[in-house]
Structure formats: structure tokens, C-alpha cells
């Protein structure tokens, strides 16, 4: 554990222990049924302060990574022919066709279901 977490777990275990204290004298106080949880806390926040405090690892980047981020390739441009686009281009149309008429179907589908749902006239 490093300093910093050392000190941030202390910090942490300091208040929930305080909270845990004030929760006890007025929750666990009056119950014969439920035990106090503040001893518990203590404990933790004990092994906390008695645990060894390790260096933190010094961080310097490798140099893979470092390459990484300054040799970025340009995107590959596609080379296509026009017959090649023409043909994209009309499967294209054709999906979004496609897809207009499933939502045409679908809302047609909704329509009928509420139309369904809507209380009938009694003469």
C-alpha cells in the first residue's frame, strides 16, 4: 500500500467509524437484538494504520507506447471503380428503401394494436 492509499483508506475508515459510532448509540443503544458495528470498523481501520507503506512504482512509459501515440497512419483511402461505386451506391438505396418499408410496416402493426386497445361504442 502507498502513502496515498494508506492515508486515503485512514481518511475513509475515520469517518465511517464516526458514522458507525453515532449509528450504534442510537440505533444498537436501544435494541437488545442488533449488534454495534463500530468495533468492526475499528479493527479495519487499525490494520490500516498498522499495514507497511510501500513506495509507489515509478511510471515511465515504454517505449512501444510512446511510438504508438506519435507514429498515428493516416487513414487507407479506398480505391474504388465507378462501377464499383454505382453499385455501392444502389445497395445503398436499396437498404434504405428496405428499411422505409419495414417502418411503414411496423407503425402500420402499432396502429392496429392501439386501434385494438381503444374502447368500443355499445349502442
Known amino acids: 500500500m ?8 485512514i481518511q475513509f475508515f475515520g469517518t465511517l467509524h464516526a458514522h458507525a459510532q453515532k449509528s450504534d448509540q442510537n440505533i444498537v443503544g436501544r ?3 442488533v449488534a454495534p458495528i463500530s468495533p468492526n470498523i475499528k ?12 513506495r509507489a512504482p515509478d511510471f515511465t512509459p515504454q517505449l512501444a507506447e510512446v511510438e504508438a ?3 498515428t497512419q493516416q487513414p487507407k483511402i479506398l480505391e474504388t471503380s465507378p462501377e464499383q461505386a454505382s453499385s455501392m451506391l444502389r445497395e445503398s438505396v436499396a437498404m ?3 428499411l422505409r418499408e419495414m417502418l411503414d410496416v411496423q407503425h402500420k402493426i402499432l396502429d392496429a394494436i392501439i386501434e385494438d386497445r381503444q ?3 355499445v349502442d
Open 43 to 54: 479493527n479495519q481501520f487499525e490494520q490500516v494504520l498498522h499495514a507497511p507503506v510501500t
Open 119 to 121: 374502447p368500443k361504442e
Open 69 to 71: 501515440v506519435t507514429n
Open 96 to 98: 434504405e428503401q428496405l
Open 2 to 9: 502507498t502513502e496515498e492509499e494508506k492515508l486515503a483508506a
Open 31 to 33: 435494541s437488545q437484538y
